[in-house]
């Protein structure tokens, strides 16, 4: 069986994963810039061949993951009722999940068939019957937890994630969705801090129970 | 003049810098094991003769810092009134100060003079009065807002702080106090990320306007 995860989720030095006002030409919102920085010189430095954490890392990721689950606020900066159902999420005609693709909404929609493989699912179902889904999908691969904050918080706390990588990047976001509020910190009871390591300018946790 | 800094101030991932339960074999509460395990390899590193941003780190805090405000539960696990007034802190009797370092509190006490220059004076006055007599003191080196969280919260909020060391050390505390509140972290909005570095396990964040 595959592990449920979390993966590459990153968050400033203050701890948001996300600042105000998202929009079509600020994904992440205010203050983000740099956020997702680290993955460049991931990319640069698995391409350049000499292996190391950036290269395993990107591999994990995107090798052993069957399927992901995502809030609708990660999906696209829509909001209330979808005008139109022509939005498909930030990643063009191919997506980089290549896997069963499930969108926590309270708007559902009929599913959409990308090419190279991504089928996004629109799911108002609890969030244990979502990973149930995504599970049978996975098979005995990972179930990524994608994000955005509000998602991965609800998983944290309903005790279902196995295992988190999350990197701290040198900015200051300041207003926003934050990921480790007081609650989601007191339930990692059962998380260890198994390694951390730089990957670019970020610096890299490994928790796991 | 010397600047107002906070220095060697140290959180965990989740972003607490003291757990629950401080007391007198537990100075920083529970689950703070490892939290200035930094420190050590700071030391070990700077012995070593071979320079870096551990020796830099280490001679800043020490050279540069001509008075100290700290707050009450910094200084000891006592609450409420003093019982009695011999508690004159974690340090023995040479503490690691050499100068005049105010203590915040809401039950003043008379100053003492400790061996090697350190002078406690209790305060209740309000935290620019204090930090007004502490610059007085320091002449032309840095007054050093040395912790915890309550009073780095207070001096961060009335936008009297220059300069934060912040860093993170890979440990969970999951309880206690936290710097980086939300409304702290809305009121750093006039603060850069300098730049960031490693010190044995953590990750040092520099933080300046
Ligand atoms: N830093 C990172 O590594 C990272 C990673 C991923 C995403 N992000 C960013 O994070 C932001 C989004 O995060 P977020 O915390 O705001 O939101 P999110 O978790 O992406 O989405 C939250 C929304 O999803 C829907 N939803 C969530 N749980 C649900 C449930 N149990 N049942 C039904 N619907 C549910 C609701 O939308 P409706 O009510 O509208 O349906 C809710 O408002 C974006 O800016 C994204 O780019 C950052
Ligand atoms: N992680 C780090 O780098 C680091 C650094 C320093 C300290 N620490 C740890 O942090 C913990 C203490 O931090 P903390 O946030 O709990 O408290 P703190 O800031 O050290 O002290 C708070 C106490 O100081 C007094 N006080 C604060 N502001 C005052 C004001 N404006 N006027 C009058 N009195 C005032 C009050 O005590 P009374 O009402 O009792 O007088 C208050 O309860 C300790 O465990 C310490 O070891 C960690």
Redesign the pocket.
């Known amino acids: 069986m595959g592990k449920v995860r979390v993966a590459?989720?990153?968050?400033s030095i203050d701890g948001f994963?996300?600042g105000l006002n998202?929009r079509m030409d600020e994904?992440?919102?205010d203050n983000t810039e740099g956020?997702h920085a680290w993955y460049e010189s991931a990319m640069v430095e698995r391409d350049s061949g000499r292996g190391g954490p950036e290269a395993d890392q990107l591999q994990r990721f995107h090798e052993q993951a069957g399927a992901t689950i995502?809030?609708?606020?990660?999906f696209g900066p829509h909001?209330?009722p979808w005008a139109d159902e022509s939005w498909t999420g930030w990643w063009g005609d191919n997506p980089p999940y290549h896997h069963d693709t499930f969108i926590?909404?309270?708007?559902e929609r009929p599913s959409v068939t990308m090419e190279g493989g991504t089928t996004f699912h629109f799911t108002?179902a609890p969030?244990d019957v979502v990973l149930d889904r995504a599970k049978e999908s996975a098979g005995d691969q990972d179930v990524i937890i994608?994000?955005?904050?509000?998602?991965v918080r609800?998983y944290l706390l309903a005790g279902l994630i196995d295992e988190l990588d999350l990197g701290v990047s040198p900015i200051l976001i300041r207003e926003g969705?934050r990921l480790l509020t007081d609650d989601v910190a007191a339930a990692l009871r059962e998380f260890q801090v198994v390694k951390s390591y730089p990957i670019g300018n970020a610096t890299f946790y490994n928790l796991s129970r």
Do not use: C, D, K, Y
Request: net charge positive; hydrophobic share 30%.
């Open positions: 590459n989720f990153t968050v994963s996300s998202q994904p992440f919102g956020l995502m809030g609708r606020n990660m909001r209330g926590l909404t309270h708007h108002s969030i994608g994000g955005g904050a509000s998602t609800q969705e």
